[in-house]
Every structure is written in C-alpha cells, then in structure tokens.
C-alpha cells in the first residue's frame, strides 16, 4: 500500500465534494450503458494521463473487483455508511439510482458541515481573543500596575483578573492539554458513547452531540429508504443490513428500533422512535405514514429533512455568533470596569502617601 494511494483515500474521504463528484458522473456513465470496471479503468488511465492523483485509487478498486463487487471494493475507502447503501443497490440491479442518491445526500451533509464550522468561527475567534487578552495583562499590563500600586491595595476586579490572567500563563500547558484530551473525548464520544443519558444530551442545541445526531439521522433515512425500495429487503432485514455498518452509538439505535419492530410489526414508523430523530421529525414520519406509502415517506422526509437540517445548522451559526459577541462584550466590560476602578484605587493611594 505505498503513499500515493494513501493520500488519495485520505482526500477522497475527507473532501465530501469529491465522493459526491464521483458518484453524479459514475451515475450519468451507468445509465448511458457503461459498465464499472470499463468505467473505472479509463477513469484511472486518464488521471494517470492528466496527473490528478486519483489513479491509485482507481486502480487499487479495479484489483479489488477481480474477485468481488464493485460496491464491496469501496470499502474501507468511503464511508460505512456508503458502501451498505451500494452493495444493497448493486444487489438488486439500482448502482446509478443509489449513487444519484449518494450525490443529494452527500450535498445536504456538505452543507451542514460547512453551516456548522462557519459556526465555529465567531466562537473560536472570541475565546482566542479573550486568552490573547489574559496573557497580555499578565505579561505586560500587570507588572506595570504592580509598579504603580502594591498588589495589596488593588480593588477586587482588577486582582481577579490578575489571579486569571497568571493562572492561565503559569498553568498554560496543563490548560492546553485538557483542552486537547476534551476535544479528543468530544471526538471520540460521538460514533461511540451511546445509552439514555446519551439520547437526552443529543437533545440539547448548540453541543456538538446535537449537530452529529442531525448529521446522521439524515444519512440513516436516505440509507434506509434505499434499502427499503429493493426487493431484498424488509424493514427488518434493512435495519439489521444496517447494523452491521453502523457506528456503536447508531447501532444501539438500530438494535432498539428492532425490538419495538418486534413488539409492533405492524408500525414501523414507531419502532423508529428511538431518540434519533427529533420530535418534530418523527412526528412528519409517523403523518406521512398513515397518508401514504411507508417506505415512499421515508424517502420524501429524507432529502426535506437535509433541507431542513441546512436551515437548522445556518440558524445555529446565527445564534453562536451572537452568544460570541455577547461574552466578549462582558469581557470587555469586566476589562473597562477593572480599568476605572484601578484608576480610582491609584488616585486613593497617591492621596494616602502625600
């Protein structure tokens, strides 16, 4: 497995945009008759020939398809989720609707994604902000004041922030590294922690467990209404297909859909209540069931829920740059509020010595 290939599965799993381009033109190739692997080597020769570095991939499928499918080649370079929804289409003769499908969905998720770093921005550049201001005071600010006015006498806001301010330089490493191990736990707890305490946190806005459940209740309903619309598989077969590609925290979802399955064959849209979706998903869900075709629902909610979930991600954005700019206005406060009462303290002790 030497680098070149390496890099372009990175890239081709990172980059969403790439999987969804691959997937739109590989669809457009299948319906004009082309077949994959005649597809996928001209595909290779021609970033062989042009150099965009998507040759070894191409290629390392095209070995993989000598002895099984081509959806079972992708994996372990696209996302679980993916190749389950592509080898249960090539099972059942729909590869190019199945990745027309892929393309939607992957352009929703993109949206989001990109909705929700935007998010990230105002927040991130007010903490840097705030730490940059800590780390000035007691760098600069603070030794001159001390020159001025004896630690002692200075008012209560003003040696507040000196406590902070040197807390966080002398302890800056043990700071960093907990901030570090929390986004590791951030990042790891999202496909992996899973329970009730789990589900109810998922409910809360603005957390990053919240914005993962919308991210992958979407991906679980356009997977979902695949499968469902093949000739191989039932509610039950398509959740249990599903498992098996599923995250730990999205399989115990899926094994706790299966059971209220069990106890309610007769309802599926029930069985989905599980705390995946939100209250006013499921209720659409369990509507258009009763008004039309379950599995047609499914599919209609999907790409609206995306929408949906787009709108969500860009109101969330709106409202962390508002709560942003909210603390760093009462950390301005603080700082100006400090500044008059040093300056009031300075003027006393100057009084107080003539």
Avoid at 120 to 142: D, E, Q, T
Wanted: proline share 3%.
């Amino acid at each position: 497995m030497n680098l070149a290939f390496k890099l372009s599965r990175l890239l081709f799993n990172t980059f969403d945009s790439n999987r969804q381009e691959f997937y739109e033109d590989f669809a457009s190739a299948l319906r004009d008759g082309a077949a994959s692997n005649e597809r996928l080597r001209k595909m290779a020769a021609r970033s062989r020939r042009r150099r965009t570095g998507w040759a070894p991939l191409y290629e390392h499928w095209l070995r993989k398809m000598r002895r099984m499918s081509f959806g079972h080649a992708l994996q372990h370079t696209v996302p679980a989720y993916e190749v389950m929804v592509l080898t249960a289409a090539e099972e059942d003769g729909r590869l190019d609707e199945a990745m027309v499908y892929l393309g939607r969905a992957i352009r929703l998720t993109g949206k989001i994604k990109s909705t929700y770093f935007m998010s990230l921005i105002s927040p991130g550049m007010a903490f840097v902000s705030i730490i940059g201001f800590f780390i000035a005071y007691a760098l600069v600010i603070a030794p001159q004041n001390l020159q001025s006015l004896p630690l002692a006498r200075w008012p209560i806001v003003s040696r507040q922030l000196y406590d902070i301010s040197n807390a966080i330089v002398r302890h800056g490493a043990l700071f960093g590294f907990g901030l570090i191990c929390t986004v590791w736990f951030v990042l790891w707890s999202r496909p992996n922690w899973r329970g009730r305490i789990r589900t109810k946190i998922d409910q809360i806005p603005l957390l990053p467990w919240s914005s993962y459940r919308e991210n992958e209740a979407n991906n679980f309903l356009v997977s979902l209404a695949i499968l469902l619309q093949s000739n191989n598989h039932g509610m039950k077969e398509a959740l249990e297909r599903m498992r098996q590609f599923a995250s730990p925290w999205l399989g115990w979802h899926i094994t706790l859909m299966l059971k209220r399955l069990a106890l309610t064959p007769d309802s599926p849209a029930r069985a989905l209540d599980t705390g995946l979706f939100s209250y006013r998903v499921m209720d659409r869900i369990e509507d258009y069931s009763e008004r039309t075709n379950f599995f047609k629902a499914l599919r209609m909610i999907a790409f609206d829920h995306g929408d949906k979930a787009v709108e969500a991600a860009e109101r969330r954005a709106i409202l962390g740059g508002f709560l942003a700019m909210g603390i760093v206005a009462m950390v301005l406060c603080v700082i100006v509020l400090g500044s008059f009462e040093f300056n009031d303290a300075m003027e006393t002790y100057v009084q107080s010595i003539r």
